[in-house]
């Protein structure tokens, strides 16, 4: 999927109207401060092919504007694949943002929202503390949750006694 991405050119927007942009407002103003989550394969595609991009990343990192979280490596649904292919997906993540980016992740994002009961036993077994949960995802499978829930992190529960973080997102 990427590589058709950068075949057809769709990386020059994706890059140079997306990141790069976004990038250099938040540096303009140091009291900004985010968690950035960018899958593997795009990291390292910046990292080799944008060096000033990545530089800057490096930069609001460094400042402590940006906290990088992992992002797995190229983003598919984790609720829909193999555990152990979770696990590299997940594994491979945390070892490109280590080399890239200079850190080690504490956090992660589900992409698509996959949730499934196995995720916290293996952020636990990679030593991410916590991942970031969309709040229409959770409203979609527990309709009546309270309100209060989304005002403050919680723990979720999976598989083999394992727990995790969880921060609701909008």
Known sequence: LFRTFIEDGVEEVYIKEGYMPFVDVLLQNERVKINLFIEGVTGRYIADHYPDLADNI???????????GTYTYNHPVL???PY???YKQMAEGLRIDRDVWGVEPKGTMLPEAGWDPT???ILNDLGLTYMLMGKAEIQRDHPGISDDVFTRPFTVHGIADSAVTSIVTN
């Not at 490096?58 to 990088?68: D, H, K, L, V, Y």
């Open 58 to 68: 490096r930069t609001g990192i460094a400042r402590g504007q940006f906290e990088m």
């Open 79 to 81: 609720s829909l694949i």
């Open 84 to 86: 152990m292919d979770t």
């Open 119 to 121: 995720l916290p036993r």
